[in-house]
């Protein structure tokens, strides 16, 4: 990962930089949830969907670890945002449960 430089950002939610990572890794972190415990790397609205790639690879840039050996991170409910009324309701069967994705509109493939 040469092309990085210290500044770069990794986690673009918790604007975490490449050099944060780097600096919780040489400090012992092994794993995402180590970096995201250490940076809030991860805690952003994705929830770690866009940054979780990469800090597994400068993990193992950094010490050398195979992929298969760095755990993916730990996922929490709800994976996908949706609203606080639909958590509120008491409803019990999933498909009343909806992501706000499945209200935007399309059209011409883009959001209206
Ligand atoms: S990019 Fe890291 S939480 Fe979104």
Redesign the pocket.
């Known amino acids: 990962m040469n092309r990085l430089d210290k500044t770069t950002i990794?986690?673009?939610?918790?604007e975490?930089s490449y050099e944060e990572i780097e600096d919780v890794i040489s400090i012992g972190a092994r794993r995402f949830d180590d970096v995201k415990r250490l940076t809030r790397?991860?805690?952003?609205?994705?929830?770690?969907?866009?940054?979780?790639s990469l800090v597994a690879e400068i993990i193992h840039d950094k010490t050398g670890l195979p992929f298969p050996e760095i755990p993916l991170p730990r996922m929490r409910m709800p994976i996908s945002p949706i609203k606080i009324g639909t958590l509120t309701t008491n409803s019990t069967t999933f498909s009343s449960v909806k992501s706000v994705l499945d209200e935007v509109e399309l059209e011409d493939g883009k959001v209206k």
């Not at 990794?10 to 918790?14: G, L, Q």
């Not at 790397?41 to 979780?52: A, E, R």
């Open positions: 990794i986690c673009r939610c918790e975490i790397c991860g805690m952003g609205p994705c929830q770690s969907k866009i940054c979780s």
